[in-house]
């Protein structure tokens, strides 16, 4: 079919088998495929960005031209910098083999629906520059918000090609309506991330299967002085505009082990040690700052043995004594649940009297000790 040539900052009607997904589109940054294939961006639009919903609303209510797309040209093409989406949804629906594999069930369509498919209004710019702003502002505080990662690709592209130029994060955060704090800690998230890929010394897709990528995990850990001091990140890191490759060359090996503790690694077959934010995270942090603690996690991968060398004395016995009060009154509180001819929860409850009655009568003992004059010397 003829190109159908649309001039820079108009809109225009284009056929849609000219459009091109567009392969840096800041959604793909988690499964970290390079040169993707159409059916590859397909599948990851599936997991990150509620493409089942778009492909029901189409194929129930044929496409709705209301917001253009935003592509620029590639040859006799256009590739869709903003869109990307939608234009997966319409290619489902008319290749329905292209889900394969994504989970998404392709409903039916009718032919008149179909054929709202055939053409798109599309905004025609020069370059990705002169799409950015909006992209950013309608993703990362608008109504089509990515998430984490794909927020901190767009920031940290834009920031890093146009510092040169002047270009601050304080600007960046006015442009796109967010925090300088946040946008910050995104960058140098992504910095990191980055390096890490570049080095090859740990790459996103080998990460534990299974688990989706928290990128949060990793710019929240940087907040935290036991993870800056360990990969040789100054203290006063955070407060800078971010640089690329800020970790040291020395400190790589640790970088590598943090990503390993955070996400697991697929080619080790190492699940990771942070299964939440809290208290892992915070946990992870205090080992690292202590020497001890440190080589036992380094030695062991062990996150609860680690911490356990740090914890003030008596803080888990403190911890279990009131969780074993607190479960007590929670089955006090469903007793009417208990069913008598049951002899096995009997037992259970026997036997947790007994130890009841052995851990006061000790706890009592060891009082009366710490009591006496003697014990008090």
Do not use: C
């Given at each position: 079919?003829?190109?159908?040539?649309?001039?820079?900052?108009?809109?225009?009607?284009?056929?849609?088998?000219?459009?091109?997904?567009?392969?840096?589109?800041?959604?793909?940054?988690?499964?970290?495929?390079?040169n993707?294939?159409?059916?590859?961006?397909?599948?990851?639009?599936?997991d990150?960005?509620?493409?089942?919903?778009?492909?029901?609303?189409?194929?129930?209510?044929?496409y709705?031209?209301?917001?253009?797309?935003?592509?620029?040209?590639?040859?006799?093409?256009?590739?869709?910098?903003?869109?990307?989406?939608?234009?997966?949804?319409?290619?489902?629906?008319?290749?329905?083999?292209l889900?394969?594999?994504?989970?998404?069930?392709?409903?039916?369509i009718?032919?008149?629906?179909?054929?709202?498919?055939?053409?798109?209004?599309?905004?025609?710019?020069?370059?990705?520059?002169?799409?950015?702003?909006?992209?950013?502002?309608?993703?990362?505080?608008?109504?089509?918000?990515?998430?984490?990662?794909?927020?901190?690709?767009?920031?940290?592209?834009?920031?890093?090609?146009e510092?040169?130029?002047?270009?601050?994060?304080?600007?960046?955060?006015?442009?796109?309506?967010?925090?300088?704090?946040?946008?910050?800690?995104?960058v140098?998230?992504?910095?990191?991330?980055?390096?890490?890929?570049?080095?090859?010394?740990?790459?996103?897709?080998?990460?534990?299967?299974?688990?989706?990528?928290?990128?949060?995990?990793?710019?929240?850990?940087?907040?935290?002085?036991?993870?800056?001091?360990?990969?040789?990140?100054p203290?006063?890191?955070?407060?800078?505009?971010?640089?690329?490759?800020?970790?040291?060359?020395?400190n790589?090996?640790?970088?590598?082990?943090?990503?390993?503790?955070?996400?697991?690694?697929?080619?080790?077959?190492?699940?990771?040690?942070?299964?939440?934010?809290?208290?892992?995270?915070?946990?992870?942090?205090?080992?690292?700052?202590?020497?001890?603690?440190?080589m036992?996690?380094?030695?062991?991968?062990?996150l609860?043995?680690?911490?356990?060398?740090?914890?003030?004395?008596?803080?888990?016995?403190?911890?279990?004594?009131?969780?074993?009060?607190?479960e007590?009154?929670?089955?006090?509180?469903?007793?009417?649940?208990?069913?008598?001819?049951?002899?096995?929860?009997?037992?259970?409850?026997?036997?947790?009297?007994?130890?009841?009655?052995?851990?006061?009568s000790?706890?009592?003992?060891?009082?009366?000790?710490?009591?006496?004059?003697?014990?008090?010397?």
């Amino acid at each position: 079919m003829p190109f159908q040539n649309i001039p820079a900052k108009t809109t225009g009607k284009v056929d849609t088998d000219l459009l091109d997904f567009d392969p840096s589109n800041p959604r793909l940054v988690e499964d970290g495929i390079k040169n993707p294939t159409e059916s590859q961006i397909i599948s990851s639009l599936a997991d990150t960005s509620d493409l089942a919903e778009v492909v029901e609303s189409i194929a129930a209510n044929g496409y709705i031209d209301i917001e253009p797309m935003i592509a620029r040209r590639v040859g006799n093409r256009w590739r869709v910098l903003e869109g990307n989406r939608r234009l997966a949804a319409i290619r489902i629906l008319q290749k329905p083999a292209l889900a394969t594999g994504t989970g998404i069930s392709v409903p039916e369509i009718s032919g008149q629906n179909l054929k709202t498919l055939g053409e798109v209004s599309v905004y025609a710019v020069d370059s990705p520059d002169q799409a950015r702003e909006y992209i950013g502002f309608k993703h990362i505080n608008g109504p089509h918000k990515w998430d984490a990662i794909a927020k901190a690709r767009f920031a940290a592209d834009w920031y890093r090609k146009e510092k040169s130029k002047g270009l601050t994060i304080e600007k960046i955060a006015r442009r796109l309506g967010d925090g300088h704090d946040t946008v910050v800690r995104l960058v140098n998230g992504m910095f990191i991330l980055d390096q890490a890929e570049q080095t090859k010394i740990y790459d996103i897709k080998d990460r534990y299967p299974g688990k989706r990528f928290a990128f949060s995990h990793l710019y929240t850990a940087l907040t935290r002085p036991g993870y800056r001091e360990f990969l040789g990140l100054p203290e006063d890191w955070r407060s800078d505009d971010p640089e690329p490759s800020p970790v040291p060359k020395k400190n790589l090996e640790n970088l590598k082990q943090v990503l390993i503790w955070l996400y697991g690694s697929k080619p080790d077959d190492v699940k990771p040690v942070i299964t939440s934010q809290n208290p892992d995270l915070k946990f992870l942090a205090e080992v690292l700052e202590n020497p001890r603690a440190r080589m036992t996690m380094i030695a062991r991968n062990d996150l609860r043995e680690a911490h356990a060398q740090i914890e003030r004395k008596g803080a888990r016995f403190e911890s279990a004594l009131v969780s074993a009060k607190q479960e007590a009154e929670v089955a006090m509180s469903q007793i009417i649940g208990y069913d008598p001819e049951d002899s096995t929860l009997l037992e259970i409850g026997r036997d947790l009297r007994d130890t009841s009655d052995q851990l006061y009568s000790t706890m009592s003992s060891i009082a009366k000790k710490a009591a006496s004059p003697k014990g008090k010397r």
